[in-house]
């Protein structure tokens, strides 16, 4: 059988001729797997560009990029890993990342925040919609989340446009702990939980 994903490894790559892989993979995992179990064993980046994606699993799992947003990527990648059923990694450099100064993913654009909210709610909404809640890759997906949306909060402080009560609203605040969080997951949501404006000024201004 063919697979539904490829993926591969990759490295920054800067104006001056240097690069870097910050990406540690796990290099024994050579053998095919479905997608949940791929992403509990394979600390994969959320660029689609580290990946091949097989025409016919994009098309019968109806995937598409949510539009009109940066960092749709976040959700993308979460999802269509969550969906293959036959998925593989190789530790081969294959994608070179162009680091630019000035690009959107280094500007402090405004609009990322109420984008990368968007984002938390399409995790949320997907999880809890199509992932079993007792099994280790829903906690994953919320670890997602809350990745999503700590970023959106330290976008807050630099946009007009939304209020901490956007924030407050959201169905997964208070941020719920779980035993796949890093102790530095953990502290970052405990703060989240107990003042949203502490947080901002604790981790967000740093």
């Known amino acids: 059988d063919s697979l539904d994903v490829l993926c591969f490894s990759f490295q920054f790559f800067y104006s001056d001729g240097t690069s870097y892989s910050s990406h540690k993979f796990h290099t024994s995992m050579n053998e095919i797997c479905s997608g949940d179990d791929f992403q ?67 500007s402090n654009n405004p609009k990322r925040a109420h984008d990368l909210l968007v984002v938390s709610d399409a995790l949320y909404t997907f999880a809890e919609e199509n992932v079993e809640k007792n099994k280790p890759i829903y906690q994953l997906f919320q670890n ?27 169905p997964y605040y208070p941020i719920r702990l779980n035993s796949m969080m890093t102790n530095k997951e953990k502290l970052k949501a405990l703060i989240m939980n107990t003042s949203l404006r502490l947080y901002i000024k604790l981790i967000c201004r740093h």
């Open 144 to 170: 997602k989340v809350l990745f999503a949306f700590s970023q959106a909060l330290f976008y807050y402080q630099k946009t007009g446009n939304l209020t901490l009560e956007a924030f407050k609203s959201k």
């Open 40 to 106: 509990l064993r394979v600390n994969m980046p959320a660029g689609p560009w580290a990946a091949m994606f097989s025409h016919s699993f994009i098309n019968d799992n109806k995937l598409r990029f949510i539009e009109g947003i940066v960092h749709e990527d976040l959700e993308y990648t979460a999802r269509a890993y969550y969906l293959a059923k036959r998925i593989e990694f190789y530790d081969i450099i294959v994608y070179n990342y162009y680091q630019r100064l000035g690009s959107t993913m280094k």
